[in-house]
């Protein structure tokens, strides 16, 4: 799968301008993607790409200003689900 990097950044780049109180989440790569990166802002909305690898991925965090977190130690935060409980009933 090829990843146009640049794209991915400038995206993940306008949603950290956009929300506050942004996080990212490094998700590990499955049979059927790549390392994925989700960025969580204060009031749970996300959004997820596929980064590459798990440097790529804290490399772009780090460029972002955002503090970045390995799913695997930490898991989602309570918010993200709140936010898609919300969403499923049309308030968020």
Do not use: C
């Not at 960025?39 to 997820?48: F, K, N, P, Q, V």
């Not at 596929?50 to 991925?57: E, F, L, P, T, V």
């Not at 804290?58 to 989602?76: A, C, F, H, I, W």
């Amino acid at each position: 799968m090829e990843i146009d990097r640049k794209a991915v950044e400038d995206y993940l780049k306008q949603f950290v301008e956009a929300h506050r109180g942004v996080e990212a989440y490094v998700e590990p790569p499955t049979s059927v993607t790549p390392t994925t990166v989700v960025l969580i802002a204060w009031d749970g909305e996300w959004t997820r790409r596929a980064i590459g690898s798990q440097k790529d991925a804290y490399d772009l965090s780090q460029r972002l200003g955002v503090p970045v977190y390995d799913v695997n130690k930490t898991g989602y935060p309570n918010r993200m689900r709140a936010w898609n409980t919300r969403k499923r009933r049309g308030d968020a």
